[in-house]
């Protein structure tokens, strides 16, 4: 079956340190996307991709890049971890044959701590 | 800016009874809104979508009512069971067109035995 999946799925890390955070999807998705949820915040778009060589940024994109050189995979990187940076991270994908009118599917988040 | 906003952080029902969910949006010219369910250490699971040309929509156990003239729509859960106990999102395009879905911040449906 298709779908979406994380990895890690629990980091701790060091402040100051690179992590990257792996999205891989089988649906053959156009759109990908990263957000990060946090207790009163909700779901906040990080960055976004509509294709191989797109990148767009989110609302809360500082600190964080991204990079899609094929369809299936959509790595997050965080530059330089802070402690700011400590939430759980979820990718999502979606057709994108229809820009609007698109269900988004989730993979089963990654849960980093940034000590 | 666009918002989408649920009314009640947390709802309590016993298992039996009907669920009703509710959710506000900001922006008129939302054309599309999805239903999402999050259970403890998991992804949002979609449930349920309804586009803007329509007024309800059902699945199994579950009905999305949409009504634009207050902007509002609403989830609900028939003969609530344990394992619905879950955080539900709702979510809308904001009329935006480029795939983006703006979230609500989530109601936690707890279930009582």
């Known amino acids: 079956d298709a779908e979406i999946t994380q990895s890690p799925r629990h980091k701790i890390t060091e402040t100051g340190r690179q992590v990257t955070l792996a999205c891989h999807q089988t649906w053959n998705h156009n759109n990908m996307f990263w957000y990060r949820q946090d207790l009163g915040h909700g779901l906040r778009l990080i960055h976004y991709s509509y294709g191989v060589q797109d990148t767009n940024k989110g609302e809360v994109s500082d600190g964080y890049s991204v990079s899609r050189s094929n369809t299936e995979d959509l790595p997050l990187t965080l530059e330089s971890a802070a402690s700011s940076q400590t939430s759980v991270y979820f990718c999502?994908?979606?057709?994108?044959?229809?820009?609007?009118?698109?269900?988004?599917?989730f993979g089963p988040g990654t849960r980093l701590l940034v000590l | 800016g666009e918002s989408v906003g649920l009314h009640l952080p947390t709802l309590s029902v016993q298992e039996g009874d009907n669920s009703i969910i509710n959710c506000a949006y900001s922006?008129?010219?939302?054309?599309?809104f999805i239903w999402y369910k999050q259970e403890s250490g998991k992804g949002p699971q979609f449930i349920i979508d309804?586009?803007?040309?329509?007024d309800k929509r059902q699945g199994q156990r579950v009905t999305v009512l949409l009504n634009k003239t207050v902007k509002h729509l609403s989830l609900q859960i028939a003969a609530t069971q344990p394992g619905d106990s879950a955080v539900y999102f709702c979510?809308?395009?904001?009329?935006?067109?480029?795939?983006?879905?703006?979230f609500g911040q989530g109601t936690t449906l707890q279930v009582k035995p």
């Open positions: 999502a994908s979606s057709e994108g044959r229809l820009a609007a009118q698109e269900t988004q599917y």
């Open positions: 922006n008129s010219a939302s054309d599309y």
């Open positions: 309804i586009r803007s040309n329509m």
């Open positions: 979510a809308g395009d904001g009329s935006s067109n480029t795939g983006k879905l703006i």
